[in-house]
């Protein structure tokens, strides 16, 4: 599936610049503890957000749906934002369900917690940061929610929001950017 982003090209220190003066709390940036394990470097788009603890049932939901946005411009991947508390007791994403999320047309994963399947992970194609590696599969208890404003690290992250991910950090805001 082909998605193109409507700011493909961007660079998250630039963003940081161009909105430094920001105090509404509609620009924000997320602490820079995500390692990147996905084969892009940069994704962006609008966020669709999911909370869950060690049960990773909603996330496979999403990525097994269509990951984008058909807007006048073209077709826009969304970023799944998997607010999992931190917890790196058992793996939210691994190489089926990265797979599955490129094959849907989502930009990119942020995953709170752990992922697993490093080689698979890297061979889908898409971005995905996480805070750690762990090879423990989640339970299935068909748990969690989908579509409401969740904290990460502290930041809150809502549905509809836009996420910029590079080498450089992640950064989130209430509307699409332009550096």
């Not at 620009?27 to 084969?39: E, S, T």
């Not at 917890?87 to 990265?98: D, E, M, P, T, W």
Request: include cysteine; glycine fraction near 12%; proline fraction near 4%.
């Amino acid at each position: 599936m082909s998605t193109a982003n409507l700011a493909v090209s961007f660079a998250t220190c630039d963003l940081c610049d161009a909105n430094e003066s920001d105090t509404s709390g509609r620009f924000r940036v997320l602490p820079p503890v995500f390692n990147n394990y996905g084969a892009a470097t940069a994704f962006c788009g609008p966020v669709v957000t999911i909370r869950c603890l060690e049960d990773n049932s909603r996330v496979r939901e999403a990525v097994n749906s269509p990951g984008y946005l058909d807007t006048p411009q073209g077709r826009v991947g969304c970023v799944l934002v998997v607010e999992g508390g931190g917890s790196v007791r058992r793996a939210l994403v691994g190489g089926n369900l990265a797979t599955a999320a490129a094959k849907n047309g989502w930009a990119g994963i942020v995953v709170d917690g752990a992922v697993r399947d490093i080689a698979e992970l890297r061979a889908a194609g898409i971005g995905l940061r996480a805070l750690a590696l762990l090879p423990m599969r989640t339970e299935k208890r068909g748990e969690g929610q989908r579509d409401l404003p969740v904290q990460i690290q502290g930041v809150w992250v809502r549905p509809g929001d836009w996420l910029y991910a590079d080498e450089d950090g992640i950064v989130v805001s209430d509307r699409a950017l332009h550096a």
